[in-house]
């Protein structure tokens, strides 16, 4: 008898230590910023992402920009003025992407687009799928 309340008691630890998460295990953040707005947004768009950054520190933390309607200009390099800026972000890993809908509607090409640029089908579906995936969503502007 005594042997088996041992093993119970036993057991009973081990399934309990199983369910207490794991302390050394670190979150990764996701976040999707959805750009639909004109220049006026674009520094605070940028602002946080550096400002998360600091925030998380060295904590995972997945980043992309989908630019669409008047936030495409962002990325198209004729018409952006943060281009210098815009491929730091991208060389540390932050994603930004072009709607493809919004491109057509305004006769942009990939050429038009700053070289470090991606594209989506569709940016309202693109933060949308994020979205369902999990990610935080932060949109530009006021």
Known sequence: MRKAILAAVGLALVLALAAVP???????????????????????????IENMRKAFGSEPLDVEVVCFGKGLDLIVTAKTPAAEQLKTLSDTG??????????????VTTADLL???????????EVVRKQEDGWSYLKSGE
């Open 94 to 107: 932050v994603k930004l992407m072009a709607c493809q809908n919004s491109m057509r509607k305004h006769k």
């Open 22 to 48: 794991q302390a050394t295990k670190t979150k990764r953040h996701r976040v999707v910023f959805e750009v639909n707005t004109g220049p006026d947004t674009w520094d605070q768009v940028m602002g946080n």
């Open 115 to 125: 070289p470090f640029a991606g594209q989506v089908d569709s940016g309202a579906a």
